[in-house]
């Protein structure tokens, strides 16, 4: 089953990532969940498929009040994503969440209905968490076409989506990068085949480099923190996207 871990911590403001579920069938790709907790306020970002549900469930519910999650983030319209929603409507048929304006057509085939969803225009927008004020940063073509990271400035965490993510073998279960040059083999080939567009590449490396990052949270394989957090960016920066695997 996935484990909770508290990754940062100031009073009743919190992140949490749910990741790493050894159990899980060996078909379906590992993802990492992200609670951010402002007192009685929570928000959870890219919530899952519908198949991690209960792991995920069973994990928030160990640590938090899950009664208290009224606000989801999709950073795009995968089922990895955001098909879990009608399960979490089903819990709480109030929850709200975010996403690109350019999928409030398509996520309503996972739940939902016109008051469900806040619709992200493509330059961003500002969303607020109780008193935390939270920024949607634009990624678009990375790989979505209509894309967004989760920025908390008072946290200096980026939630980066597919950005950076790695697919780690069975057995490599770390939740923080420990030794960049290794673990970035692990997301060179997803980089290359799954990030469609160098200009779009090179506008979110220079729109990040502007934020003060202290952790970058993708939605697959470990976090980037302190140092690592510019060397992936220079990494990115540098990479040629748009290609085939071999």
């Known amino acids: 089953m996935k484990k909770l871990q508290i990754i940062y911590k100031d009073g009743d403001h919190q992140w949490a990532a749910i990741a790493r579920d050894p159990d899980k069938p060996g078909y379906i ?91 992200i225009p493509d330059k961003g927008m500002e969303l607020e968490l109780g008193n935390l004020k939270l920024q949607a940063v634009p990624a678009h073509y990375l790989h979505s076409s209509g894309n967004f990271n989760l920025y908390d400035p008072k946290a200096k965490i980026l939630f980066c989506g597919d950005i950076g993510a790695a697919l ?30 160098n200009e779009a590449k090179n506008q979110w490396c220079e729109r990040v480099s502007r934020l003060d990052i202290d952790m970058l949270c993708p939605q697959h394989g470990a976090i980037y923190q302190g140092a690592d957090v510019k060397r992936f960016i220079d990494w990115f920066h540098n990479l040629q996207v748009g290609q085939m695997m071999d």
């Open 168 to 197: 780690l073998p069975q057995g490599e279960d770390y939740l923080f990068v420990k030794d960049f040059d290794s673990h970035i083999r692990f997301a060179e080939g997803f980089h290359r085949r799954w990030m469609g567009s």
């Open 29 to 119: 790709i590992d993802t990492n969940e992200y609670l951010i907790a402002c007192g009685e306020h929570y928000l959870l970002c890219d919530p899952g498929g519908m198949e991690v549900f209960p792991a995920v469930f069973s994990a928030i519910s160990a640590h938090f009040d899950p009664r208290r999650i009224n606000t989801l983030f999709a950073s795009h319209q995968d089922p990895d994503i955001i098909s879990s929603l009608s399960l979490w409507l089903n819990f709480n048929p109030d929850v709200k969440c975010y996403l690109s304006w350019l999928w409030g057509g398509f996520i309503p085939h996972f739940g939902g209905n016109d008051q469900t969803f806040l619709k």
